[in-house]
């Protein structure tokens, strides 16, 4: 089992994805969005490639209504319990309140800065933002891929050029 992870896209309708994006993802069996996305249309072109989930943002332009966007989710990928959230705030706190300690992995976004690691045996993962990296101007940030076989998991950041 292949992911795409990706967050804060902060793109409008007459924008597009980076188009590298779709090169990296292109063999992903699932693209997990962990927020910010301010336009269904990046959750639509993400779609041509697998099936996409996304975790609600805190942006003011973040899309209100669509089956794809919950506040959080939990997903079974191959056996392993994947918690996709924006916010990610205090883990310890997030991990018991909002994910009932039922999780082996979290991608979360919020931040624009890329960070994989690990916390009291959780790997956490955020992929940054492709369009607008560490919140500073617009330029290629960050990706990333979560890589799951036989109950053990493996991640990535992909830096965009």
């Known amino acids: 089992m292949k992911a795409g992870l990706i967050s804060d896209t902060h793109i409008f309708d007459d924008e597009k994805l980076p188009s590298e994006i779709f090169h990296h993802f292109s063999d992903v069996d699932i693209i997990l969005h962990a927020g910010d996305i301010f336009t269904l249309s990046a959750l639509d072109e993400l779609e041509t490639i697998a099936p996409v989930l996304a975790a609600k943002g805190n942006g003011l332009g973040d899309p209100r209504r669509d ?10 990928l191959e056996g392993m319990k994947v918690g996709l959230i924006h916010n990610l705030g205090v883990p310890q706190l997030t991990i018991k309140n909002v994910f009932n300690g039922n999780v082996d992995i979290i ?3 919020d931040t624009h800065i890329a960070e994989l690691k690990e916390f009291k045996g959780i790997m956490l993962i955020n992929p940054g933002s492709p369009t607008f990296p560490n919140s500073g101007e617009r330029r290629p940030g960050t990706i990333a891929i979560l ?3 036989n109950e053990k998991a493996d991640a990535s950041i992909i830096q965009l050029s």
């Not at 506040?71 to 079974?76: A, F, V």
């Open 67 to 76: 089956p794809r966007i919950k506040k959080n989710h939990i997903i079974d």
């Open 107 to 109: 991608v979360y976004g």
């Open 147 to 149: 890589e799951i076989a």
